[in-house]
């Protein structure tokens, strides 16, 4: 974060006193799919990942992180040799992986915000990064779901995929009292957004231009 903060600050940015800036995103994050089936180890050596799936199932935050049926549709997700999974299937998917307890919380608490996403009236400028290979479905050979996956990769920043980047649009698509601008970032990853120098002077020549117009309407 820090080379952005020293972008920001080279262009006068104080902190709490001049800018505000924040981020949205709608990510389906393949790690998320794989804690609940058989765990993450997260790339930690030496550990087995079933140790560790029943923590990472506990945590209802990965809830929050699976597909929005809204933006995937009938995509194909997870695909085993006996059933496929979309975004319409996950509560199934829950059920068939032996997580039946998340089922209730998806259903009462998930589903019901993100099938009722509200343009909030204010302009929205998204920075994104493209042109990354990042995962987009899983593969199991077998139909067992403590195996590791094989992963199909398509397009995004390398952890959030094209879809979710663009979920935005695909959201306030009809809505034409929103503003939204989407600026695609080609090879820029998820997490060097904020380091590498070609993101850096975007996001800084946006902040900028919003910060320019608000102080005209202003005075």
């Given amino acids: 974060m820090a080379p952005l903060v020293e972008s920001l600050e080279e262009i006068g940015y104080v902190d709490g006193e ?7 995103r709608f990510s389906i994050w393949v790690s998320c799919r794989r804690s609940p089936m058989q ?10 990942p079933l140790l560790v799936r029943g923590e990472q199932r506990s ?7 699976l597909p ?19 975004a319409y299937e996950i509560a199934q998917f829950l059920e068939n992986i032996g997580f039946s ?17 509200i343009a909030p009236g204010v302009p929205i400028t998204c920075i994104i990064g493209s ?15 403590g195996e590791q996956p094989e992963i199909v990769y398509g397009d995004g920043d390398g952890t959030v995929n094209m879809a ?19 600026i695609r970032i080609s090879g820029v990853s998820h997490t060097s ?25 202003a005075v």
């Fill in 39 to 48: 765990g993450n180890t997260l790339g930690v050596p030496l550990v087995d």
């Fill in 59 to 65: 945590s209802e935050t990965n809830l929050w992180l």
């Fill in 164 to 182: 979710s980047l663009l979920a935005l649009e695909s959201l306030f698509a009809e809505n034409k009292n929103q503003s939204l601008k989407v």
């Fill in 18 to 24: 001049n800018t505000l800036w924040s981020s949205l």
């Fill in 101 to 117: 307890e998340g089922v209730y919380p998806y259903k009462s608490r998930i589903l019901p915000l993100i099938e009722k996403t």
């Fill in 193 to 217: 957004i904020l380091k590498q120098n070609i993101a850096l002077d975007q996001i800084t020549g946006e902040i900028s231009c919003i910060n320019s117009i608000a102080m005209s309407a």
């Fill in 131 to 145: 042109g990354v290979k990042t995962a987009e479905t899983l593969l199991y050979r077998k139909n067992c779901y």
């Fill in 68 to 86: 929005n049926p809204t933006i995937f549709g009938t995509k194909q997700l997870v695909i085993t040799p006996n059933a496929t999974y979309s």
